[in-house]
């Protein structure tokens, strides 16, 4: 071989390593950037409505399509999440609104609100055609679920609102959902106060009933559009962990409002993830709760607004339900930056 021969090839192999060299930097750089660097956000939420916005985030975040690392733990009740995340094993946990301030007064502001995950979830269901809004409740029976619960609270607040006494309308309380619904079926004249999805599963298994109305409207129209909101669920995040990782709590808000949107967006796949995940073991039933779960994720001053309102509606019918006072500013993200 010549020197020009030899000179040639030794040019030509340079190139080939060069090039060589600059595609397994790029592979280790793609590499790089797939990995999730910062910390493992735990997630905790439970088997209802609160959750449906969220499952279209797990099921990202389990085929590793998530800015975020995530770890999330699935309950029957908020009464298993509480705990968890005042001991510092979850960082942000899905809960009821009231559960919510209740948790703020025992950690001593220790969590603050993130976002309004769900609105309003109750329903009038029945089969009498001839009950439209609250103020058709006078002298009715109602059957409900959990006396001195929220429910029970909103029901009252607006019985009054529409000029109602107490002495005007009468209140069964049932100690679960399915009772209600027994109820309904066997009685043509029964109003049944009844959640989502239950209302929706009720509708499905007896055609003769009906949602004959939604709380959330008639707390609307009692607000004027200007006040709260009927607020069932909300996300709080520990402050601990807040301060520590901003960017992590600023990326699962964006990701929360993502997978909130594809909810609402696309109701037959979110109806499949609830069955999936054993929220409506039906999927007719899942398919007509979703537009009716109030899904959303509501942030900042119009978060603020909608929930202090709607706290305040609850502690005046009793301060315990809240956590024996209103919350402080802290309380709502955003307030104390």
């Not at 037959?268 to 999927?283: Q, S, W, Y």
Request: include cysteine; charge should be negative.
């Amino acid at each position: 071989m010549t020197n020009d021969s030899m000179t040639v090839s030794i040019f030509f192999i340079q190139k080939i390593f060069k090039k060589l060299g600059i595609a397994f930097f790029c592979c280790l750089f793609l590499i790089g950037c797939g990995k999730k660097t910062g910390p493992e956000v735990r997630v905790g939420a439970m088997k209802g409505p609160t959750a449906i916005g969220l499952l279209h985030l797990m099921e990202e975040a389990g085929e590793n399509r998530t800015e975020n690392a995530y770890a999330f733990t699935m309950a029957t009740g908020a009464d298993e999440l509480t705990p968890l995340i005042a001991k510092g094993e979850l960082d942000i946990a899905l809960v009821p609104a009231n559960v919510a301030a209740i948790l703020y007064q025992k950690t001593d502001g220790g969590i603050c609100v993130i976002d309004i995950n769900t609105l309003g979830v109750l329903y009038m269901v029945s089969a009498d055609e001839g009950v439209e809004n609250v103020a058709d409740l006078r002298g009715k029976t109602v059957y409900l679920t959990g006396k001195g619960t929220t429910p029970d609270y909103v029901l009252q607040y607006l019985l009054s609102e529409n000029g109602i006494g107490m002495d005007e309308v009468t209140l069964e309380y049932r100690s679960e959902a399915t009772e209600v619904a027994v109820l309904l079926a066997e009685n043509q004249e029964a109003v049944g106060l009844l959640p989502q999805p239950f209302a929706a599963l009720a509708c499905v298994k007896n055609d003769k009933l009906a949602l004959r109305f939604s709380m959330t409207e008639e707390w609307d129209k009692v607000q004027g559009g200007e006040g709260s909101r009927l607020v069932t669920g909300v996300t709080v995040v520990r402050t601990a962990f807040l301060s520590e990782h901003p960017e992590a709590v600023t990326t699962f808000l964006k990701e929360h409002a993502e997978s909130a949107a594809y909810a609402v967006d696309n109701q037959a796949d979110t109806a499949r993830l609830c069955v999936e995940a054993g929220i409506i073991a039906d999927g007719q039933a899942a398919l007509q709760a979703i537009p009716l779960c109030g899904i959303t994720c509501m942030t900042g001053e119009e978060m603020k607004r909608a929930l202090s309102g709607y706290l305040a509606v609850l502690y005046e019918k009793n301060p315990e339900s809240v956590g024996g006072s209103l919350p402080e500013d802290d309380f709502y993200y955003g307030e104390k930056e």
